[in-house]
């Protein structure tokens, strides 16, 4: 079982509609970073959590470290946020290291 | 300035050539990072710099050779690649490591062919 599990691993959603991507890991972490990476293009980081819930524009981010999830939530989705969302986990043990998730492909059409 | 410089954005090289992957960030950041990342995989990391020092080098074969010239730059020498070498090469950046590492800052990546 991989420590960081992200769920769908597929997703196309119609323009405007409510996207939410799933984490669950298995560690103890001091930090969960959301990633999002357009096919071909580098890495943009998209929030970093380590409590609580996060917003940025149309993108919210939310940690439940007791029951070790995350969830990153897209409100009003646009083709343009068609890309690969990653959840990533700096250990307690070995926080130089990231534990990446397998990604979640979003394609959102118009 | 949030950015993480990487050139050349494009790379084909033959299994003899000697290239190198650069990086470049002027955040004042004192942890870098290279990451390697495969077609459809999650990156893996392969070297870690604190402080201008090597702290991580997760058993990356020596025809690999990161170097950190000086708190800015991070450089990645490469020497008889082979083809499964072929990948996306990324560097990152981060005020610290461990702990508190803080936000990480990726650039767009090196595409490497080695033919």
């Known amino acids: 079982k991989n420590e960081v599990e992200q769920s769908p691993q597929n997703l196309t959603a119609q323009e405007g509609e409510f996207i939410t991507i799933n984490c669950s890991y298995s560690v103890g972490i001091s930090a969960l970073h959301w990633l999002q990476q357009h096919p071909g293009g580098g890495i943009v980081s998209l929030f970093m959590l380590s409590s609580g819930k996060k917003k940025h524009g149309r993108l919210i981010a939310t940690i439940n470290i007791q029951e070790k999830h995350s969830s990153l939530h897209i409100t009003a989705s646009h083709p343009r946020d068609s890309a690969v969302y990653i959840c990533a986990v700096r250990n307690t043990g070995t926080a130089s290291k990231l534990t990446f998730g397998t990604g979640t492909r979003l394609q959102v059409t118009l | ?115």
């Open chain 2, 1 to 115: 300035d949030t950015e993480v410089t990487q050139t050349p954005k494009h790379l084909v090289m033959g299994m003899t050539n000697k290239k190198s992957l650069k990086c470049e960030q002027h955040m004042g950041h004192r942890a870098m990072y290279w990451y390697k990342q495969k077609a459809k995989k999650p990156p893996e990391l392969m070297f870690v710099y604190s402080y201008e020092k090597l702290s991580i080098n997760e058993s990356v074969p020596s025809r690999f050779s990161p170097e950190c010239p000086n708190s800015s730059l991070l450089n990645l020498h490469l020497h008889a690649l082979q083809p499964e070498d072929s990948a996306l090469y990324l560097c990152a950046s981060s005020p610290a490591r461990g702990v508190n590492t803080g936000e990480l800052f990726f650039g767009e990546g090196s595409r490497l062919t080695v033919l």
